[in-house]
């Protein structure tokens, strides 16, 4: 009897010891510091088999910034995209890095992605991992002043092949360059940044007219005025609008 139930134990210890690690782990998200950028380091093969790049797919990242560049204080969308044949599960983190630091900020724009690493990447929800052969992801990001001269955006994607444990997943890794908008010295500083948004005390300068748009796209407010308070709107996403600059803010 002793002997039988000194056995129970053991065998539970090994179920536990030799159970194959699923790669359903980091189903929510990365640990963070994945992205294989210089800072990070790391990237998916830290928690899922395989070698880096080998395989069938791609992973490439994209945005809407223009060629000549980005301005300081803009938002601009960031996309990243795999294929891989037949896949039906993907996961992803993402960065931005200039030289030794991180780069802007990111703002996440639906419900399949989120913030990690301390903010500085964006990675994949629970509800972001599904898709059929390709999968895409896009996220907000606006440049600070960390971002001067130049950016580059790292990314590590995971093409899982869903088969409850970590064998058989493929981990591939992307990267985008974009540089900051080189200003003429001659030029009109004030075109070059029409307002600016303080977040502190919820206030706009300006030296153009100005709308401020709902989450919807509705027109809440539009001002010509030098200085606007904006604490009397609701809380939640906005984007202000000139005629040469757009910016997404968060109201809190």
């Known amino acids: 009897m002793k002997k039988s139930l000194l056995l129970f134990p053991i065998t539970i210890a090994l179920a536990i010891f030799f159970y194959p690690t699923t790669s359903n782990s980091n189903g929510t998200g990365s640990p963070g510091a994945k992205t294989n950028s210089p800072i990070d380091g790391g990237n998916c093969t830290g928690c899922h088999s395989g070698t880096l790049n080998s395989g069938v797919g791609t992973a490439t990242i994209t945005s809407d910034i223009p060629a000549n560049g980005y301005v300081i204080g803009n938002t601009y969308t960031i996309t990243l995209t795999g294929v891989k044949a037949n896949c039906i599960k993907f996961g992803f983190e993402l960065t931005a890095e200039n030289g030794n630091s991180k780069s802007g900020d990111f703002m996440i724009t639906d419900n399949t992605t ?124 906005y984007i202000l609008k000139s005629e040469n600059k757009t910016q997404k803010i968060i109201l809190n």
């Open 114 to 237: 989120k913030l990690v690493n301390a903010n500085n990447a964006v990675s994949h929800k629970s509800s972001g991992t599904s898709g059929s052969t390709t999968k895409s992801w896009t996220m907000d990001w606006t440049p600070t002043a960390n971002s001067n001269g130049n950016t580059t955006f790292y990314a590590s994607l995971l093409f899982s092949n869903a088969n409850s444990n970590n064998n058989g997943d493929n981990a591939f890794t992307a990267s985008l360059s974009v540089n900051e908008e080189v200003v003429n010295a001659i030029s009109d500083n004030n075109l070059q940044t029409p307002f600016t948004y303080n977040s502190i005390t919820k206030t706009i300068k300006t030296t153009q007219a100005i709308s401020v748009y709902d989450s919807s796209g509705k027109l809440v407010l539009s001002t010509k005025e030098e200085s606007t308070t904006i604490s009397h709107l609701k809380s939640g996403i």
